[in-house]
């Protein structure tokens, strides 16, 4: 299969494009849509680079796959399926994310709470195919009720719920988060054959003078992961994990990017005059 990462600078996001050489058939994974926060304007810079590779491969979207509802980013899954086609698709524990932050949000009974927004919801272990590429949906949560990592041929992309090894894991004090429950989605992970590929979501060496990396292996992150190496036991894993995700300050994008991504990517309806809002919860986080 082709792998082609797209590393999106301002949100630190790889959005990974594969396909199935024989068929052309590919399927997109955590697309980002482009946000200002000052001046709260969206663009789609970096979804056009995913049409562009699109159409210069000549490939065919079947999928355009979400890991779990971002907090860093804002999705351009429903821009990307008007332009590109393809059908959104996340875990089928999308719901309980939407019906925590509906209340959050005071989005009303007009917002649905049972994931109708995307066109799948995968359960955990349900296969699915990219062409004539067989992949299977592995339920991982603990960043997020509704994290899911995709297992293609000898690939894994993980979300969130791993980093490069030098950076470990993912923060688990959102709402539903669970470091336990991390801990043994991550163990499902590296319970993979050891040369089975990690691919992670986020990576920020720009910021730290370094070229970004997302793959690694299964066996480099037994060996290596600051986090999870073999040896570190759950109790050790959700001690660490407690106490640093109290010293971490809320994502920057938290508050637009769950908004529009409870709703698989599309902006809150217009008003009368088309314009659309986010709203802005004071003191809850």
Not at 100 to 122: C, I, M, N, S
Not at 235 to 241: C, K, L, S
């Amino acid at each position: 299969m082709e792998i082609r990462p797209l590393h999106d600078r301002a949100t630190g996001t790889i959005t990974y494009i594969i396909a199935d050489p024989a068929t052309r058939e590919c399927a997109v994974i955590d697309s980002v849509l482009d946000y200002d926060p000052a001046a709260a304007r969206t663009a789609t810079r970096s979804a056009e680079r995913v049409c562009a590779l699109i159409t210069e491969r000549r490939l065919t979207v079947r999928w355009l796959l979400e890991t779990h509802v971002h907090a860093d980013h804002l999705s351009a899954a429903a821009w990307l399926k008007a332009r590109v086609g393809g059908a959104i698709a996340i875990g089928d524990q999308v719901s309980q994310v939407q019906r925590v932050f509906g209340d959050v949000f005071d989005l009303g009974e007009g917002f649905a709470t049972d994931g109708r927004q995307f066109d799948h919801r995968f359960a955990d272990g349900e296969n699915f195919q990219i062409g004539g590429l067989t992949a299977r949906a592995i339920h991982t949560p603990g960043h997020t009720p509704a994290c899911m990592s995709y297992l293609i041929g000898d690939a894994v992309f993980v979300g969130d719920t791993l980093f490069m090894p030098h950076a470990g894991t993912a923060r688990c004090d959102f709402p539903g988060g669970d470091a336990a429950q991390l801990f043994r989605s991550i163990r499902r992970i590296l319970d993979l054959p050891p040369a089975t590929r990690v691919f992670t979501c986020h990576d920020y060496g720009h910021e730290q003078g370094r070229d970004p990396a997302w793959q690694s292996s299964v066996a480099e992150q037994r060996a290596l992961n600051i986090h999870v190496h073999d040896g570190i036991d759950e109790a050790a894993f959700v001690a660490m994990r407690t106490a640093r995700d109290v010293t971490l300050g809320m994502p920057t994008l938290i508050l637009p990017s769950v908004q529009v991504n409870i709703r698989a990517g599309d902006l809150p309806e217009p008003d009368a005059l088309g314009r659309r809002f986010l709203k802005l919860p004071l003191n809850l986080f």
